[in-house]
């Protein structure tokens, strides 16, 4: 059913998707700081 | 389209990664208390995959608040560091109580009868649920304190027990590194056990037993929350108890709509999102307790 290399994948892909994530969320919040510059940005910091 | 063993709808796994996502992102909370029990009431998934599954999809998220909170300079690194060795061991802990208790055979009760797993896992998740909406219910009825931002050192931080540091990022002197430690062993327990990240339970010990605002208390804690969904996650894989299919479609479909869940909470006050925050941990309890009496048969 699965591999002795399962284990490794099952942390290696969330973490995989995890920094495009974060990737994605900075380019956002940049984009957001040049059009609205003094808009606060939302809670996104509390995630966890 | 189905992911994986057991079938689980590939779009449904997206709508309840999205839905648990936003409540996250309107908490700021992983959502991993909530993703276990809707795993296996809506999809029927076993608990030990739900518990696997759940914290899989946890990497992800705690690696981005991680990245997040270290850029943004949030949290007390030393509470990190003395909470994670027992945290470690009380994941490994956890997660061979939970095989255990899935090899322990069911509780008769009258002419009915219950696994064993379901009764203490299903129990101890609804009485720790129910513990933490009580805390934020009782400390969402007003008080005048800036909860966000100001320190008020809370009953734990005044245990002088065993060796003491201070934590300067924090501001808080003197505080009992043996109390952090243990607290880090309940909580890598109840990661390996019941599938959580530890952030539901670890939020209200730092900020009503430590007294710590809520913007310190959400940065504390997370290097700890990815340590042990790291290993909770190897431990339950080894064991084939991790979906990742379902694991990695919950991550995508969260992590968009958490955005919009910080949205939203931009309009609610304070207390409107703590008692919120208590209703929605309720209705774990309810999903949770739904579960337990359709296991009596």
């Known amino acids: 059913m699965f591999g002795a290399w399962y284990p490794i994948e099952c942390v290696l892909v969330p973490c995989l998707i995890g920094t495009v994530m974060y990737l994605g969320f900075e ?22 | 389209m189905i992911v994986g063993e ?21 908490f700021g909370i992983g959502g991993g208390f909530l993703m276990t029990p809707l795993l296996v009431v809506i999809f029927g998934v076993p608990l030990p995959m739900a518990v696997g599954t ?13 990245l997040r909170h270290r850029k943004l300079g949030q949290g007390e690194r030393r509470f990190d560091i003395l909470l994670l060795p027992g945290c470690l061991l009380g994941v490994e802990l956890g997660a061979r109580t939970l095989s255990f208790l899935s090899s322990a055979g069911s509780l008769r009760l009258g002419a009915h009868s219950i696994p064993w797993v379901a009764l203490i896992v299903e129990g101890s998740y609804a009485l720790l649920l129910l513990f933490v909406a009580w805390s934020y219910w009782r400390h969402g009825q007003g008080g005048k304190r800036d909860v966000l931002n100001e320190l008020r050192p809370g009953p734990l931080s005044r245990i002088r027990f065993g060796p003491t540091l201070d934590l300067p990022a924090v501001g808080l002197r003197s505080v009992s590194a043996l109390v952090i430690a243990n607290i880090g ?11 959580i990240g530890g952030g539901v339970a ?26 042990s969904a790291v290993v909770g996650t190897f431990v339950h894989a080894a064991r084939g108890h991790v979906h ?12 968009v709509s958490a955005q ?6 931009r309009r609610m006050s ?23 009496v359709s296991e009596l048969h």
């Open chain 2, 244 to 255: 990742l299919g379902v694991a990695s479609v919950m991550l995508v479909g969260g992590a």
């Open chain 2, 6 to 26: 057991p079938s689980v709808p590939i779009l449904g796994a997206a709508a309840l990664g999205a839905a648990v996502g936003y409540v996250a992102g309107m």
């Open chain 2, 202 to 227: 670890l939020n209200p010990v730092l900020i009503y037993g430590y007294g710590l605002p809520i913007r310190q208390a959400v940065g504390t804690g997370i290097v700890v929350l990815f340590a």
């Open chain 2, 270 to 292: 304070g207390s409107t999102l703590g008692r919120m925050h208590a209703l929605v941990i309720l209705l774990a309890v309810a999903a949770v307790l739904w579960d337990l």
């Open chain 1, 27 to 48: 380019l956002w919040e940049r984009r957001r700081r040049r059009k609205r510059p003094d808009n606060d940005l939302p809670v996104i910091d509390y995630l966890i």
């Open chain 2, 54 to 66: 759940g914290l899989c999809q946890m990497i992800g998220t705690a690696l981005v608040s991680n």
């Open chain 2, 185 to 195: 062993l309940v909580l890598g327990f109840a990661s390996g056990l019941l599938g």
């Open chain 2, 260 to 265: 919009f869940g910080a949205l939203a909470s």
